[in-house]
């Protein structure tokens, strides 16, 4: 095998395909990355065997043929090379030669003959659906956050994914807060089961997708394929069920207090500062046209703001973690956030006024 | 400052005679069963004469005493004695800190008005807890913890002790390095390498120079207890405890089902004490024993608070697995929970409860009806099978 890149283009694929090979596991034929040069073009496959990931450069080949190399040196001698055009070549069996055209540089990684590679998970292209990127970013953008760490709710460590009629739905929790989102499709959505996708594939995603065109997406049992602009990612789902969500939605909230979004979000980011930090509680008087927020008085001090909001209801006070709060608000889009709820004890619903695509919840705290 | 260190008198044993008092005045030995691998965990003051002590293999102590009482360990019993007798501690001020299950540190700052001098409120204390319970404890006051911890060593057994302001250099050149709280064996044969073998030698030597000789923390340690100032050995920031049980088989075990009983049967008395402080932890360890001697222990801290015991079973089942070779023998297990806290946390609402938050409820409930009725039992019915014997858990 032999072929001529860029070294920046080659540079910035390799980088990705380093981040999927897990760096924790032992050295093996994973930590290898995969190279197959053919008709001019570059494949680069890289997984750590529940991510795979695969993309196609431009390049010269001279000499067609694959090989594997030990993905953490190869980029790191790739970052350290000259700008301008690099050739790669498998001389005999066993070493890979990496020479930039210029330069008297000569660096032979030991390779793995690419038959020992693993087989990557595939499905066929007729179950693939088209979904426009941007869309789907948005989608993963709006939930990826409420996605839950703790390893004994696995279930929980992903985001949901289904289909509900002609839309698609995702949706994320940690079992205290929810956020949801759900999407029309503009071509039919075959049928699915609901999925959990962990969150590294979805992070992918967000970072390499270009958010133009659409994104192929196609379900198994136990992966989901995504192709977009000339990468292909799939990751092996999170077996578990996903907690009844729905049952947790309220279907309707008495009061509704609508605030502007940069207000609150600054409102939010002052008081914090003196907000005791282990239970992030963050403290929300209610009463006619007007939103306190406020911390508990410690030891530090105490911090107050208020805020003028269309609100019509009962004086309440609403005890909540800020960070359910500010993690919406941050992603949300428009110039007013509506927070409704029913009781001060019950679940609550943040959503954009402008928006019915998606919304959260998120259970309070104590008062006291 | 005026601080008491309270020291309960051979509290295993004394709680025994208190129990049985035809016992009284004879040399009770408490721990494992008499021909078994346990060790002695409380001896009275009687046993002591003829050289038992605790911790000493059992068939040691009875070669020793071969007229000894031998009797098992019934540590509910102690607990529920131990709780009673705190509760008479905090009467006597709101800041209070229990070290172990016979020990307290107090302190006593400003309460003259109430009860006198520090040493007739020592008195009343202890007259206190004899007339309730029959007990005996030791006293030792001084301005701060550290000082007040070695005069409750003192006068045991039944002692009251008070270094007075200013008298805390005299006393501890009294008492020599050996009888110095926190000095270990090593530290100990340290100190006699390097010649500095009483306390009054040691503070000749400029902190620096002792900090580079034992190292950072043991140097500055020294430095101040020489001169009778605390270190910090119970300062209130202190919040955090561990709570644990464990138990050492009478034959080594390497039978998963016997394993994972007794470790089910841990884990409830481990949580019946955290729901009885109100605690809570999100840390829990597993301690093994090989038949080698060789310990370890396991650790894994959770994002959240561990409910039930049930949860912290499965837990430490999971850890226990994870790091031990199936089927392998081992001479003890134990569980625990670190970091425990008793300040309460705001409860963060749920949308999807766990599983363990129920059972948590019904382990709480449990509690509730047999604080009102003692005589009542309630337990898990797989802990009913016939338990295998276990000495000195």
């Not at chain 1, 590294?200 to 192709?227: P, T």
């Not at chain 1, 992603?331 to 004890?345: H, K, Q």
């Not at chain 2, 003890?332 to 929970?337: N, P, T």
Request: glycine share 6%; net charge neutral; aromatic share 8%.
């Amino acid at each position: 095998m032999k072929f001529t890149c860029e070294k920046n283009a080659l540079l910035k694929e390799i980088a990705i395909a380093q981040e999927i090979i897990s760096s924790k596991s032992t050295i093996s034929i994973l930590s290898n990355v995969l190279l197959e040069a053919n008709e001019g073009t570059l494949t680069i496959r890289a997984t750590d065997m529940k991510v795979a990931f695969e993309t196609k450069i431009p390049v010269e080949v001279s000499v067609p043929g694959s090989t594997t190399v030990f993905c953490d040196k190869f980029l790191g001698i790739l970052r350290t090379m000259p700008e301008g055009d690099i050739e790669f070549e498998e001389k005999e069996q066993g070493t890979f030669l990496i020479k930039p055209v210029f330069k008297k540089i000569d660096f032979r990684l030991k390779t793995i003959s690419s038959d020992k590679y693993p087989e990557l998970p595939s499905i066929a292209e007729n179950f693939y659906f088209s979904f426009p990127q941007k869309q789907f970013k948005e989608m993963i953008t709006q939930t990826i956050f409420s996605v839950s760490e703790d390893e004994t709710r696995y279930y929980m460590n992903g985001v949901c994914m289904e289909k509900n009629e002609d839309q698609l739905v995702m949706v994320a929790t940690d079992g205290r807060r929810l956020s949801y989102i759900s999407k029309p499709s503009s071509e039919p959505i075959p049928d699915f089961h609901q999925v959990i996708i962990p969150p590294k594939a979805l992070n992918l995603i967000q970072r390499l997708a270009s958010g133009e065109g659409s994104i192929s997406i196609a379900v198994s049992d136990k992966n989901v394929f995504l192709m977009f602009d000339n990468q292909k990612l799939s990751t092996a789902l999170i077996e578990g069920q996903f907690p009844n969500y729905q049952r947790v939605i309220p279907a309707e909230q008495k009061y509704k207090l609508k605030v502007g979004i940069p207000e609150l979000l600054e409102a939010i980011k002052r008081v914090s500062l003196l907000v005791e930090q282990k239970s992030k509680r963050i403290y929300l008087e209610l009463s006619e046209g007007r939103l306190v927020l406020s911390s508990e008085e410690s030891e530090l001090g105490v911090a107050k703001e208020e805020l003028i909001c269309d609100y019509e209801g009962p004086e309440n006070v609403i005890a909540l973690n800020y960070v359910y709060l500010l993690e919406p608000l941050r992603v949300m889009e428009g110039s007013s956030v509506l927070i409704e709820y029913t009781e001060p004890n019950r679940a609550l619903t943040i959503r954009p006024v402008e928006s019915t695509e998606y919304f959260h919840i998120v259970m309070p705290m104590q008062l006291d | 400052m005026t601080y008491f260190h309270v020291d309960l008198d051979a509290f295993f044993a004394s709680v025994e005679q208190q129990d049985h008092p035809d016992l009284r005045g004879k040399p009770v030995i408490v721990g494992a069963k008499p021909g078994t691998r346990g060790v002695v965990s409380a001896c009275s003051y009687e046993a002591r004469v003829y050289g038992v002590r605790s911790a000493m293999p059992i068939a040691e102590a009875v070669r020793r005493c071969p007229e000894g009482i031998f009797l098992p360990v019934r540590m509910k019993r102690y607990r529920e004695v131990s709780r009673q007798i705190m509760e008479i501690f905090s009467s006597f001020t709101p800041s209070w800190i229990p070290i172990s299950i016979d020990e307290a540190t107090l302190d006593m700052t400003g309460t003259d008005t109430l009860f006198g001098s520090p040493e007739a409120a020592a008195t009343t204390l202890k007259k206190r807890v004899k007339d309730t319970f029959g007990l005996t404890l030791s006293i030792g006051i001084a301005e701060n913890r550290y000082v007040a911890k070695l005069a409750s060593e003192y006068r045991k057994p039944d002692g009251l002790y008070r270094v007075l302001p200013g008298e805390e250099v005299p006393f501890i050149d009294t008492l020599g390095l050996k009888k110095l709280w926190g000095i270990g064996v090593k530290t100990l044969n340290r100190l006699t390498e390097l010649g500095w073998n009483t306390p009054a030698k040691i503070r000749d030597i400029p902190l620096r120079v002792i900090q580079v000789r034992l190292g950072k923390a043991t140097g500055e340690f020294l430095y101040r207890i020489v001169r009778g100032i605390d270190p910090g050995i119970y300062t209130t920031e202190v919040k955090s405890h561990s709570l644990s049980q464990e138990t050492t088989f009478p034959i080594d075990v390497g039978d998963p089902k016997i394993l994972k009983q007794t470790l089910l049967d841990l884990s409830h008395q481990v949580m019946v004490r955290l729901h009885q402080e109100s605690g809570r932890s999100r840390t829990v360890a597993i301690k093994v024993r090989y038949p080698n001697f060789k310990t370890r222990t396991f650790r894994r801290t959770l994002p959240h608070s561990i409910l039930s015991a049930e949860e912290l079973f499965h837990l430490g089942w999971e850890l226990f697995q994870h790091n031990h070779p199936l089927g392998s023998e081992i001479r003890l297990i134990g569980i625990g929970l670190e970091q425990v806290e008793t300040q309460e946390e705001p409860l963060q609402g749920e949308l999807f409860p766990r599983e363990y938050e129920k059972q948590r409820s019904v382990e709480k409930a449990i509690l509730e009806l047999q604080k009102k009725h003692p005589s009542l039992c309630l337990k898990k019915a797989s802990l009913l099978f016939p338990r295998i014997n276990s000495p000195g858990s």
